[in-house]
């Protein structure tokens, strides 16, 4: 039974920066291909970044990219995302997902951008 587990969210002022964690079991990362995604009040949900098992491509969306990071640590079976240079329109509910090979995704984690 896959599981998957974020956390990391917090409330921090613009520009601030948080890592989010994500705990997978019952698979291993470096199988599949996975990502992040937010959910924003009042907004569509929108995939931010994700990772190719393939070859191990990275993709941002336009909204965070040069400013978020996605990585994995194969040992640890978890993934992350470190957010830097946050703003208001950064606050949602994160969640990671993975595609094995249809999409699994658990509870989310909130983050809270203040001006």
């Known amino acids: 039974d896959v599981q998957l587990q974020a956390s990391g969210g917090g409330s921090v002022q613009a520009g601030g920066s948080l890592t989010l964690s994500c705990e997978a079991s019952?698979?291993?990362?470096?199988?599949?291909?996975s990502g992040w995604f937010r959910q924003a009040p009042g907004k569509e949900r929108e995939i931010i970044a994700c990772i190719s098992r393939i070859d191990g491509a990275t993709y941002y969306s336009d909204s965070v990219r040069g400013r978020f990071t996605i990585s994995s640590d194969a040992v640890k079976n978890f993934m992350y995302l470190q957010m830097n240079n946050l703003n208001p329109d950064d606050t949602g509910v994160y969640y990671c997902y993975v595609l094995a090979p249809t999409p699994h995704w658990g509870q989310g984690t909130q983050v809270t951008v203040s001006s």
């Open positions: 019952g698979l291993s990362f470096e199988n599949y291909a």
